[in-house]
């Protein structure tokens, strides 16, 4: 590992005008290239304390021997330096988006004689005019043979157009009308050019003109009393509007916009790109890339339009741009993008409107995409078998942890605090063993006290199912908070579980008459906290209360994703691209992701809450019926026992029940906003507003 003050240029080396630099490593190949408005400046950031550097920067720096810079006039120059260099050396340290060579594009060959529409896929060619990408190939042929009836241009391959001026027979497609057959003279080479200019013009989103042209050809036609030439031309106006009905209107018509969508985590990035050409989505497209440098949305969004048009020119490069987030230096990335076109592109957010909207649902599929992909990658039986080992590795287990929980503290603002826990078992998620927590041995936020809590009550439940079954046969007194009285039991773990064959009688209990063991009976080889030193001490320090000492602890914590142990000082630091570490980050995510969802559900259930809900026996459908018949709860907090029994449903015990409990929840006083002295009625629903 280099230090980077061994190869740091010397004060007033670095010059403080644009330009792009390369890290070379002790091989002297390229490791990253960056670009910067003020070289100077950008590069004193790298040799700084190593302890201040984002994790991903200092291995760079640290893997790096030298570095050296090419100085350059504007922005916009230093921006395309940049990208020619990391398409020419491929630096291990840049972003780079996967490349989606795989995309078919819908591709007219204008450079030929006789153009000529086909599926292409792989790299751009000159002189062919491309639309797109699209999803799937028979997409682009469902589009074309709706076409052909309008634009009868060829779409024979060249040995058999050759074959056909050889014979002086046309192919199928010639003779049923689907092509103009320039291969036996039929047209002239500008007349079929023609068709096929008409073709791209129609693609391009320019389809007005023609509908209209055709629409007003069948009227003239039928005017004539030419009612074939009519009929033949009803059918071509509704072949195309059938073409342009597969791409939905999103946006005004002439709108010309690629839009740009980014979702990612601490590792990887999904960019999702909408491609709008006449106010219709022409093309999608989408990658997902390992984030090997220290980048943000704004970073991301910049190297996404470099691989999107770094190779482009002319129309390809669309009048407008909607990203997430703008670029370091918009107006450069403006100009250069501006440059690849011929004219004017602007490169902005969308703040309102359809664009808004329709920007929303390209960052909805950016996230799809991204959660598709860590759907795969953890599906993988091999991957899961590495990730467990490499934990296992990391943490200095003895086995691999076939089981994993892992607990997260949620709040808002220190109310309504809840705990979840969550399963994992060979590397998947066993929601049916997930489990939430109230927080209930004190008031107030505190995320280490809580954890302390939450890890005492799992695991003491998990001692007394021990004890149950005879597996325990001495429980060590815990000193740390015991479940509340009347905390519901849930049912059965892992199903299937062994039970130990000298295993004591169960005591008669209500709804176990399977013999599987209750819940929290199963321990997990290794529990994860999400959080760092603090968290982690005080989940040990509650499992030691309890005398258990063969389960393993660790922490993950969210900034930097360091893995900490009890005891340690420094954290673990697994390797970016590690399994391990990527499967510690779905689970912590889990867990963060069911504790708050519950703690939302149960905030809101608080602010909705009403006397109607302490009534025994009432269910929701009653109260609806009450709430209906009465039309608020103010009027019905005013009704007498005998107007409540009118409502079908409610017999006297219960309205008698539903009058207590009003009665019971009547403020002193009514409540007065202090701000307007104005007093604060009750709403439909109950809450005060």
């Known amino acids: 590992m280099a230090d980077p003050s061994s190869y740091r240029p010397k004060p007033g080396q670095i010059p403080d005008s644009p330009g792009v630099y390369k890290f070379r490593d002790e091989h002297r190949r390229v490791i990253y290239v960056g670009k910067a408005k003020n070289l100077r400046q950008r590069l004193a950031n790298y040799f700084q304390d190593l302890a201040g550097l984002h994790p991903r920067t200092r291995t760079m720096v640290t893997t790096a021997a030298s570095v050296e810079w090419t100085v350059v006039s504007t922005e916009v120059e230093a921006l395309q330096l940049e990208y020619s260099w990391i398409k020419e050396f491929d630096p291990r340290f840049n972003v780079k988006y996967r490349d989606d060579k795989s995309y078919p594009y819908l591709a007219v060959t204008l450079g030929e004689e006789f153009p000529r529409v086909q599926v292409m896929r792989g790299a751009k060619k000159k002189g062919v005019r491309y639309f797109g990408p699209y999803g799937h190939a028979w997409a682009i042929r469902e589009t074309v043979d709706l076409m052909l009836r309008v634009f009868p241009v060829r779409t024979c391959s060249a040995g058999v157009f050759r074959n056909a001026e050889r014979t002086g027979r046309p192919c199928l497609l010639g003779y049923i009308g689907k092509c103009s057959a320039p291969c036996v003279g039929r047209v002239s080479p500008g007349e079929h050019r023609d068709l096929a200019e008409d073709f791209c013009d129609f693609m391009a989103g320019r389809t007005g003109t023609y509908i209209r042209r055709l629409e007003k050809d069948m009227a003239q036609a039928a005017e004539e009393m030419e009612y074939e030439r009519a009929a033949r031309l009803r059918d071509d106006v509704g072949a195309l509007k059938r073409a342009m009905e597969k791409s939905a209107v999103v946006l005004a018509d002439a709108t010309d916009a690629d839009l740009?969508?980014?979702?990612?985590?601490?590792?990887?990035?999904?960019?999702?790109?909408?491609?709008?050409?006449?106010?219709?989505?022409?093309?999608?497209?989408?990658?997902?890339?390992?984030?090997?440098?220290?980048?943000?949305?704004?970073?991301?969004?910049?190297?996404?339009?470099?691989?999107?048009?770094?190779?482009?020119?002319?129309?390809?490069?669309?009048?407008?741009?909607?990203?997430?987030?703008?670029?370091?230096?918009?107006?450069?990335?403006?100009?250069?993008?501006?440059?690849?076109?011929?004219?004017?592109?602007?490169?902005?957010?969308?703040?309102?409107?359809?664009?808004?909207?329709?920007?929303?649902?390209?960052?909805?599929?950016?996230?799809?995409?991204?959660?598709?992909?860590?759907?795969?990658?953890?599906?993988?039986?091999?991957?899961?078998?590495?990730?467990?080992?490499?934990?296992?590795?990391?943490?200095?287990?003895?086995?691999?942890?076939?089981?994993?929980?892992?607990?997260?503290?949620?709040?808002?603002?220190?109310?309504?605090?809840?705990?979840?826990?969550?399963?994992?078992?060979?590397?998947?998620?066993?929601?049916?063993?997930?489990?939430?927590?109230?927080?209930?041995?004190?008031?107030?936020?505190?995320?280490?006290?809580?954890?302390?809590?939450?890890?005492?009550?799992?695991?003491?439940?998990?001692?007394?199912?021990?004890?149950?079954?005879?597996?325990?046969?001495?429980?060590?007194?815990?000193?740390?908070?015991?479940?509340?009285?009347?905390?519901?039991?849930?049912?059965?773990?892992?199903?299937?579980?062994?039970?130990?064959?000298?295993?004591?009688?169960?005591r008669e209990e209500p709804r176990e008459d399977d013999g599987r063991p209750r819940r929290f009976a199963y321990p997990p080889q290794l529990v994860v906290v999400d959080g760092g030193q603090p968290q982690v001490a005080a989940a040990k320090r509650a499992l030691d209360e309890l005398g258990?000492?063969?389960?393993?602890?660790?922490?993950?914590?969210?900034?930097?994703?360091?893995?900490?142990?009890?005891?340690?000082?420094?954290?673990?630091?697994?390797?970016?691209?590690?399994?391990?570490?990527?499967?510690?980050?779905r689970i912590r995510d889990e867990a963060h992701r069911f504790a708050i969802t519950y703690q939302r559900a149960k905030r809101a259930k608080r602010i909705r809450s009403s006397p109607l809900d302490d009534v025994p026996g009432l269910g929701e459908t009653r109260k609806q019926a009450l709430i209906k018949h009465f039309g608020s709860v103010k009027k019905l907090r005013q009704a007498t026992i005998e107007e409540i029994c009118e409502v079908p449903g409610i017999g006297r015990r219960t309205a008698e029940s539903v009058a207590v409990a009003f009665a019971a929840a009547a403020p002193a006083a009514p409540a007065v906003n202090t701000a307007t002295g104005e007093i604060i009625e009750e709403d439909d629903g109950g809450s005060r507003t």
């Open 548 to 585: 258990i000492d063969d389960i393993a602890v660790c922490g993950l914590a969210k900034r930097l994703e360091e893995v900490w142990l009890p005891g340690d000082d420094d954290p673990v630091v697994l390797p970016r691209s590690s399994e391990g570490l990527y499967l510690l980050q």
């Open 260 to 506: 740009i969508a980014v979702a990612e985590d601490e590792l990887e990035a999904a960019v999702q790109i909408f491609h709008v050409r006449g106010g219709r989505v022409r093309g999608q497209r989408g990658w997902v890339t390992d984030k090997v440098e220290a980048v943000d949305t704004a970073g991301l969004v910049e190297h996404a339009l470099q691989q999107l048009y770094g190779e482009e020119t002319g129309d390809s490069v669309p009048k407008e741009v909607l990203v997430p987030a703008l670029p370091e230096d918009p107006e450069a990335v403006s100009q250069w993008l501006a440059g690849r076109r011929g004219s004017q592109v602007s490169l902005r957010i969308p703040q309102r409107g359809d664009k808004k909207d329709l920007m929303i649902t390209v960052q909805r599929n950016a996230q799809q995409a991204l959660g598709l992909h860590k759907t795969r990658r953890a599906s993988d039986l091999t991957t899961r078998s590495r990730a467990l080992e490499e934990i296992a590795e990391a943490l200095g287990l003895d086995t691999a942890p076939l089981r994993v929980e892992c607990f997260d503290i949620s709040h808002l603002q220190g109310e309504d605090v809840v705990a979840s826990m969550v399963v994992f078992e060979d590397g998947l998620a066993r929601k049916s063993e997930y489990r939430r927590f109230q927080i209930k041995g004190f008031e107030g936020q505190d995320d280490v006290r809580s954890m302390h809590e939450v890890i005492g009550r799992r695991f003491k439940r998990y001692l007394q199912e021990k004890e149950r079954t005879g597996e325990w046969e001495e429980t060590p007194a815990p000193t740390g908070p015991v479940p509340a009285p009347g905390e519901p039991v849930p049912g059965a773990v892992t199903p299937g579980a062994p039970v130990p064959p000298d295993a004591a009688p169960a």
